[in-house]
């Protein structure tokens, strides 16, 4: 007989309170049967990022109805399920502790195995549930809240190579764009008016790129813009649409050169252990920007690695990617208890040195 393996995630470790359901029929590919993500942009618009009381409370009140949304639209219910994956940290503690209580219930109450996942493993495993890539493989992972390069080895086998000590790339942007007026989330704002602008009227920092490594920083950088912003201002009494734009431009210019640079050094790092069939992947919102993404796409063209990208909905916060990677750990024998902690804090790659910064996301560990 075929084995099926079906999984129910929840993730709610930062602003988006989500529930998937996941399933593998014998050796196929896995198939998101459904995955619900109730954002909370709305709720902390007022306030210039994401209150962490607000957001653990909305988690709380919203995870029933999208474990709820999730199985119906999956067509299935909690008997039809084998585990239920929840992300334990890193992120926000109330937040990741209204889905941790909320697996226990459901675990408690049906005796289903809770498996607790990182949730920087459920990002660095996306690529394997979109594209069955194998392992090893180069993530690099670029969100409101992380940046990292990591070498994906197993499951729960991660190596990193660097990552940001202060501000992730996607914080940058939504701090840029709070600076010029932009609506948030910043990313989007800022490419789009990055379109219409001069990349090259001003030059603004490349931090770390004089180092050796990969770690980046980006706090520098819309500390600089702010100044150059504040100038213009001191001396034209306010910022055309062109300023904008030009400032935005700059900007999204200094990210991308830094960002290919150093995935430059990590696919170097990356190559020396000698992959069958190299690969780099990118996840996290800030890989929607298109003139990010084509520019690690040439550098990896360049040097003759694979590049791929999961799908949007699959490189912001969701549960599927939660429940595929607590697959992947209930596959190799992974069981916790309702002793289950909520971190706030969880390195993926427990021998590396921990990170400055919390962010406004919560915790980069
Ligand atoms: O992965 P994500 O949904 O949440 C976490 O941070 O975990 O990423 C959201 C971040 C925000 O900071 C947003 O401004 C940024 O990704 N982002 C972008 C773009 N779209 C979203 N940054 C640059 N360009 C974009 N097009
Ligand atoms: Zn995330």
Known sequence: MVQTLTILGLESSCDDTAAAVVQKTGESKVEILSSVVHGQTELHSAFGGVVPEI????????????????????????????????TAGPGLIGGVMSGVMCAKGLSAATGLPLIGVNHLAG?????????GIAFPYLMLLVSGGHCQYLIAQGPEQFTRLGGTIDDAPGEAFDKTARLL???????????????????????????????????????????????????????????????RADLCAGFQLAIVDTLAEKTRRAIALYLE?????????????????????????????HIGVRFTAPPLGLCTDNAAMIAFAGMERFEAGARDGLDLMARPRWPLDQDSPAMLGGGKKGAKA
């Open 123 to 131: 990002h660095a495993l996306t690529p394997r549930l979109t594209d």
């Open 273 to 301: 252990q000698e992959p069958d069939d190299p690969v780099i992947a990118v996840a996290g919102g800030v890989a929607a920007n298109s003139a990010i993404r084509s520019a690690l796409e040439s550098v990896c063209s």
């Open 55 to 86: 957001a653990a409370r909305a988690h709380a009140e919203k995870l029933d109805l999208c474990v709820v949304q999730a199985l119906d639209a999956a067509g299935l219910s909690l008997r039809d399920m084998d585990a239920i994956a929840v």
């Open 181 to 243: 007026g932009l609506k948030q989330p910043g990313g989007p704002s800022v490419e789009t008016e990055a379109r219409s602008g001069d990349p090259k009227r001003f030059r603004f920092p490349r931090p770390l790129l004089d180092r050796p490594g990969c770690d980046l920083s980006f706090s520098g950088l819309k500390t600089a813009l702010m100044r150059t912003r504040d100038q213009i201002v001191a001396e034209k009494g306010g910022l055309t649409r062109q300023d």
